[in-house]
């Protein structure tokens, strides 16, 4: 059974960083991609960021490129995002999720399977 578990999220004043935390159990092989993204009060779930686990290449939203970096450790099965540059509209609950390896790092949240508790992320203006 995969289990994700999100940590890192917290407080922090505009133009402050966080660096949420992804640890992922069960999985016997590392064919696939890790995916994170965040739903505010309010609004539907949106994709964030995304890193094919076994190649490392990864994929942004346009509203966090060059502001957030996602990366993951293969040693500690723990998948990082690192957040710079906050803004109060990066407020919200943050997941990790686990999705298919394919031709294209998939955006849409329908296409993952595993999904952490998430973690929630307040950003103060």
């Known amino acids: 059974q995969v289990q994700l578990v999100e940590s890192g999220g917290g407080l922090e004043q505009a133009g402050g960083s966080l660096r949420l935390s992804c640890v992922v159990s069960?999985?016997?092989?590392?064919?696939?991609?890790m995916g994170w993204f965040r739903q505010a009060p309010g609004k539907e779930r949106a994709f964030v960021a995304a890193i094919r686990w076994s190649r490392g290449s990864t994929r942004y939203a346009d509203s966090v490129k060059d502001r957030f970096t996602i990366s993951r450790d293969n040693a500690k099965n723990t998948a990082y995002l690192q957040m710079n540059s906050l803004k109060p509209e990066d407020t919200a609950d943050y997941y990790c999720a686990t999705g298919p390896n394919g031709l294209v790092i998939m955006t849409n949240p329908d296409f993952y399977d595993n999904w952490g508790q998430g973690t929630q992320v307040t950003v103060s203006s």
């Open positions: 069960g999985r016997t092989n590392s064919n696939y991609v």
